[in-house]
């Protein structure tokens, strides 16, 4: 008869030779895209999404609407430029705000939750070069997800030379 020692060590050797499959990711954070998609850091992974549009989270704000939890997160680019991302938690995917084209991929300076309003935000946009812009400040309303709404508060135009 095998000693309590013995079936311990005999245990842990037959557990030596279990071997998982588990598929080969790189440490760091995950990746996700200009379209708020969310990869694993695996090799392939890497290779196949260029560093220009691999985004890393910069801002990262929970609210509810409708009864239900949500995210919303600005994902900052090499280029500086940000992305809005709205997560559910019903297992829903991360989305992209297409109705928010006018100010996705853009230079956004600041976004800040209003403090008095569960699902607003002020979000400043600096103006590119070739515009006469030079910052504009926004209020966007996730009150309806599925709807955002924006509106401009205002707009600081450059010095004419």
């Known amino acids: 008869m095998l000693s309590r020692a013995n079936l311990v060590a005999l245990s842990l050797t037959g557990l030596s030779f279990v071997t998982v499959n588990m598929a080969t990711v790189v ?3 995950p990746i996700i895209d200009r379209n708020c998609r ?3 850091r695996k ?6 999404i260029p560093p220009e549009n691999r985004g890393t989270v910069y ?3 929970s609210f509810k609407a409708n009864n239900q939890k949500y ?3 600005v994902l900052r680019f090499p280029d500086s430029t940000r992305v809005f991302c709205l997560l559910g938690t019903n ?12 100010i996705q991929d853009k230079q956004i300076e600041k976004v800040e939750k209003l403090a008095s309003q569960e699902a607003k935000y002020i979000v400043i946009v600096k103006g590119d070069n070739d515009e006469e812009v ?3 400040f926004y209020k966007l309303n996730l009150s309806n997800p599925s709807q955002p709404q924006v ?3 205002v707009q600081l135009y450059k010095k004419p030379s």
């Open 27 to 29: 440490a760091g954070e």
């Open 38 to 40: 969310l990869y694993l």
């Open 43 to 48: 090799p392939e992974t890497i290779s196949k």
């Open 59 to 61: 801002f990262t704000s």
């Open 71 to 73: 995210f919303l997160q």
């Open 91 to 102: 297992q829903q995917p991360n989305q992209r705000l297409t109705l928010l084209n006018f």
């Open 134 to 136: 030079f910052r504009t």
């Open 151 to 153: 509106t401009t508060l």
